[in-house]
């Protein structure tokens, strides 16, 4: 097994979640009088799935103790979040494109940090001539052909906002902390993504080293990757298809060369060349540091530990309770190999990267080329508060309440819609990925009411809104 390897089944064309009323996509607003949103928790729904053999990490014996201190880190959502000014009880489920500034400079800050130059058994030939070799095979070592890849480039982020998810996974890390409250020994060297993370708390929130708390990566492929952030990870088919080295559980890694050798493209479809990673939010706590245990998965379920953590050669972090590890971020990324152009690889990169389905559609996973649907989904809570607050910035009096709000999924509507924007791009001498819109249309075109009162509501919240922004109106963030 390794630090990826996916956990969830082939995507399914309806997922369980709540959707945005943001982006792409056609929502339809049923009734307007009376009052009676949609409300509703996140269900989630568990599919097949590979896992898979492991060898890896490296020495990591921790030293003394760090003992718990009530907690450091907040039960709340993270700052960051667009959620984060939602009352409690709201439920949602939520993908979005990131907008954060430097946000693609930080996560390949993070992939150089994680990298290192070896490969293993689980990194796949390319040619496929050569089997399953220790240390990998003549084609994927440094200086081979096309080699080892030498770095990985961030092409688009992906954030995970889903309220019952982080609930669980907070109410979980709370019993750990409950638990190991004599205090737990930490990793030692630390984790390989912590000097990224501690230095941009405004893209991952503090975590509590009383319980080994980190980020970590989980490579898979890219449909199986929305599937695993719109479901969770499915535990119980972990290592189904290939066996694990530590017990079924979710196998993830500090480092981005690892996970990489799980991720895999799609050749000829539509994610060719584009390659996912999961960068996870996980609780570790008391760790059983071993370099092979058959009854390591028994031992956590006895309570004797909390986690895995595996020391080959790069080091192994397994945890067997999907509720002890939060998905927050999926980031798709470029290979970037020795022989490789760097103005080809620059080209690619300042192309916006889309997903083939509308991000926040339950269908999101579903590859066009197999299957179409055509599917209503009612909108609850965040979702239909979207909604019902475009209505009321329209200031119609007297005022209307949404009784439903209902989006359209259709496939062959969705296509027939892509292909025009693509016909309009190249009549505009657009490329892909880039805007077609120059300055001096630009200056022409102008931006109708209903859109302007989207963007003011996908901005990020303003965190002085409880106590008092003195900006009010003139605020750059959405009140």
């Known amino acids: 097994m390794g630090a990826g390897g996916s956990t969830k089944p082939e995507p399914k064309a309806s997922t369980a979640s709540t959707a945005s009323a943001g982006g792409s996509g056609r929502a339809v607003a049923v009734g307007a009088v009376s009052s009676g949103g949609a409300g509703g928790s996140v269900a989630r729904s568990s599919g097949p799935d ?5 060898s890896d990490p490296k020495p990591s014996v921790p030293k003394e103790s760090i003992k718990s201190t009530a907690s450091a880190t907040s039960d709340g959502l993270p700052e960051y979040w667009y959620h984060n000014k939602m009352p409690s009880n709201v439920s949602f489920d939520e993908m979005y494109y990131t907008q954060d500034k430097d946000i693609h400079s930080t996560f390949d800050e ?5 990298y290192v130059a070896s490969a293993t058994r689980d990194r796949k030939c390319p040619t496929g001539e050569h089997g399953s070799t220790p240390g990998g095979c003549e084609c994927v070592k440094p200086g081979g052909d096309p080699g080892l890849p030498v770095a990985f480039r961030t092409r688009r982020v992906i954030r995970v906002e889903a309220s019952e998810m982080w609930r669980s996974y907070v109410k979980k890390r709370n019993l750990i902390r409950n638990r190991r409250a004599e205090g ?3 990793m030692d060297p630390p984790p390989k993504t912590q000097s990224v993370v501690d230095s941009h708390s405004g893209m991952f929130a503090p975590l509590d080293p009383s319980v080994n708390e980190l980020y970590a990566f989980h490579g898979t492929f890219v449909r199986y990757a929305l599937s695993i952030a719109e479901n969770d990870f499915n535990i119980d088919l972990a290592g189904s298809s290939t066996g694990t080295l530590y017990g079924r559980g979710a196998y993830l890694g500090e480092s981005i060369t690892k996970a990489d050798e799980y991720a895999k493209d799609e050749p000829g479809g539509f994610y060719e060349g584009v390659f996912a990673v999961l960068v996870c939010r996980v609780t570790m706590g008391k760790m059983n ?3 092979s245990d058959s009854e390591a998965g028994e031992k956590v379920k006895r309570m004797e530990y909390d986690s895995t953590c595996g020391k080959r050669l790069f080091r192994e972090l397994v945890i067997y309770y999907s509720d ?11 290979r970037v190999h020795a022989k490789d152009v760097e103005d080809e690889i620059s080209n690619v990169l300042k192309r916006k990267f889309f997903m083939q389905v509308p991000l926040h559609w339950r269908n999101v996973a579903t590859d066009l080329t197999k299957k179409h649907f055509r599917d209503h989904h009612e909108l609850a809570d965040s979702g239909y508060q979207h909604m019902q607050c475009l209505v009321n910035q329209a200031r119609v009096a007297p005022s209307r309440k949404l009784q439903r709000v209902l989006r359209l999924e259709d496939s062959s509507l969705w296509e027939q819609f892509v292909e025009f924007k693509r016909d309009l791009r190249e009549r505009l001498g657009g490329e892909e990925g880039i805007s077609a819109v120059t300055p001096e249309m ?6 109708n009411a209903v859109e302007k009162d989207l963007r003011a509501l996908m901005k990020r919240p303003c965190k002085f809104l409880k106590s008092g922004c003195k900006r009010g109106d003139k605020c750059k963030f959405s009140h």
């Open 50 to 54: 590979p896992a898979r053999k492991t």
């Open 110 to 114: 993070l992939f150089k940090e994680s």
């Open 184 to 186: 737990v020994e930490p």
């Open 289 to 291: 540091v071993t370099a």
């Open 324 to 334: 002890q590890c939060y998905p927050e971020y999926l980031v798709l990324y470029q």
């Open 442 to 447: 630009d200056n022409k075109l102008k931006v």
